[in-house]
């Protein structure tokens, strides 16, 4: 009964936490989000033509890496035993695109526009430990072509 116990409140610990870290970096995305509203755009593969001069052309990226807390991982655990969409970590995912986007546009503040953007992800799993426990942790990469106008 014991071991029930703690591993009820472990889960209990990791809900909550995992909840408050995940909304903070919510929050914090939105707000670089809208601080970057207008610079620079990006376009994923629209034709745009212009008849400004290009003044810089540069090869721009942004990755991230994050990680499940122990309650994802126990409830994906619990959902792939009957099957169905893993919503525990669609906010993951969601965290993961977005953070990566902003890197890359952050990288590219000076940029009018970047063009032919692309998101790729993987899932990844690590061992955590010696017993293999696996966390599971979703890692993406924006990466596009930051263009420059001359003004």
């Known amino acids: 009964m014991g071991d029930l116990l703690l591993i009820l409140l472990i889960l209990i610990i990791t ?10 970096h919510f929050k914090k995305i939105k707000a670089r989000e809208i ?6 755009v990006v376009s994923f593969g629209k034709k745009l ?22 309650f ?9 035993f009957f099957g169905g969409r893993m919503v525990s970590f669609e906010s993951l995912m969601d965290r993961a695109r977005r953070e990566a986007l902003l890197r890359m546009r952050e990288k590219a503040k000076t940029a009018d526009i970047i063009v032919n953007a692309r998101l790729e ?8 430990d010696n017993s293999n426990n696996l966390i599971p ?15």
């Open 15 to 24: 809900y909550f936490t995992g909840s408050i870290l995940e909304k903070n």
């Open 137 to 151: 942790q979703v890692a993406v990469i924006a990466y596009g072509t930051a263009v420059t106008y001359e003004r």
């Open 121 to 128: 992800s993987t899932m990844l799993n690590i061992c955590e």
């Open 72 to 80: 994802k991982n126990f409830v994906s655990a619990f959902r792939n």
């Open 49 to 70: 033509t212009t008849n400004k001069k290009i003044k810089k052309v540069e090869f721009v990226t942004g990755e991230v890496v994050i990680s499940g807390d122990y």
């Open 35 to 40: 601080a970057l509203v207008k610079k620079p």
